[in-house]
């Protein structure tokens, strides 16, 4: 797997899934309870709304034509989200300086999946652009929201993380989210075909 595959792979939604709940259960293995449950509710909308605009096309070819925009990124959506949560947790126990660099590095990783996908034509500019702010929106506002309620991340907790991740991953594997967004999109809008969508 070259580096270019590798990064695309860093905003898969099954990955993002899987990572994501390694992350809430890191959490509430810390018993951070208020930023486990900011985290939880604002990884959920961001990717449901994410869900949600790939539906809407799906059924009714919504979207804006005037920017090539059909839906939400969900590569660059995921990636925008986890990766600043995974660094800020990673290195919580370090200065301030430590951890805004490290959440500075996972948006700019955000940033740089999101580029790739429009650059591999996978993504129009709008597409790409709209995902990466609203995974930054999740993970600044997850930080933001949640953080002074985390007073330590023991490393304890990261074991319980590591198996979380190992479940969801194996249970996201046979999780054909494409397939279930185009079943939805057929039974909300009543028709038997959709608009043509490239599901990421």
């Known amino acids: 797997m070259d580096t270019l595959t590798l990064l695309l792979h860093l905003g898969d939604p099954r990955l993002a899934i899987a990572l994501g ?8 293995a810390a018993r951070a309870w208020r930023m486990a449950r900011c985290w939880g509710v604002l990884l959920c909308a961001g990717l449901g709304l994410v869900g949600a605009s790939k539906i809407v096309f799906l059924g009714w070819g919504g ?3 005037a920017l090539n925009f059909k839906a939400l990124s969900g590569h660059a959506a995921s990636a925008s989200a986890l990766l600043p949560m995974l660094f800020w947790m990673l290195l919580h126990g370090r200065a301030d300086g430590w951890r805004r660099a490290g959440v500075g590095l996972g948006l700019a990783l955000g940033a740089l999946v999101g580029a790739l996908l429009v650059a ?3 993504h129009s500019v709008a597409e790409a652009a709209a995902g990466t702010l609203l995974g930054a929106a999740v993970s600044l506002g997850s930080i933001r929201l949640g953080a002074a309620s985390v007073s330590v991340l023991p490393l304890r907790g990261l074991l319980w993380a590591v ?3 190992l479940v969801a991953g194996w249970l ?4 054909h989210l494409g397939y279930w967004m185009i079943r939805a999109a057929r039974l ?6 959709v608009y043509p969508l490239s599901i990421d």
């Open 188 to 193: 909300l809008s009543g028709h038997a075909r």
């Open 172 to 175: 996201m594997t046979s999780a």
């Open 63 to 65: 979207g804006v034509p």
């Open 21 to 28: 709940a390694a992350l809430f259960a890191w959490l509430l």
């Open 120 to 122: 591999h034509g996978q």
């Open 163 to 165: 198996l979380t991740l």
